[in-house]
């Protein structure tokens, strides 16, 4: 008798700390209802720093990333491209397809499609355009991997700093309490130990930790119920499932917040 599959989740996101920054908590308690977490940065993260050469701080990039996911048990698959290159191209999209029919998610997390930072946008479209094409025999895959028909929910992140590039703020359509889960989603951020230096002399942030605190804490408050919370808003299901549905909600009850409203 085969056993029953755990679900899945898989967060694609730009650079090393993405997830960490935007996701994390949400992966978190879905790995404590027994889902199974993947985790896709598509860039290696190489230009997060001012002093070790492209190669050095890939690699370093690469162990703190494995050792985030270790600590909750998810799965880490290596990056396809570099930082401020990713292209939505044929070739890079095939890859994360790949990914994709690979981890056969039940939900997919992505960046928000405005944001600060084109990197963030191009990620949005590449995970977008892989869950889509899941099932498409025609469509290239880089390893080849058979297609999936399984039903896929996708899940756009606040955007980091919850502002898009023209400074405008996006409300999220559904808030995830994370108050239980902080301490856990800092110490991920936490293992990016080459960042904390780095977002400092670059975008003046201060301290790394607390600056997830903060962008939970300021979540929480446009939710209007929760102390800490994350952000996310749900993409349009044609294409993606059969029927509009909210697995995330469903798997997570009582720490969810639906709204309705352009402002919470």
Known sequence: MNAVRAPSVLAIAAHPDDVEFLMAGTLILLRERGWDAHVL????????????????????RAEEARAACALIGATWHPPVGVDLQLVHDPATVARVVAV????????????????YMEDHEVAARIGATAAFARGMMNYPCDPSRPPIADDVTVYHASPHGLHDRLRRLIYPDLYIDITTVIEKKRAMLACHYSQKEWLDVSQGMGSYLDAITDMAREVGRMSGGFALAEGFRRRNHLGLSAHDQDPLAEALGGLTMVSDTEHG
């Open 41 to 60: 940065n598509l860039a290696d993260g190489r230009c997060g720093t001012a002093t070790l050469e492209p190669a050095a701080i890939a690699a370093r």
């Open 100 to 115: 994709v029919r690979e981890v056969r998610p039940a939900i997919v997390l992505l960046h928000s499609p405005e944001d």
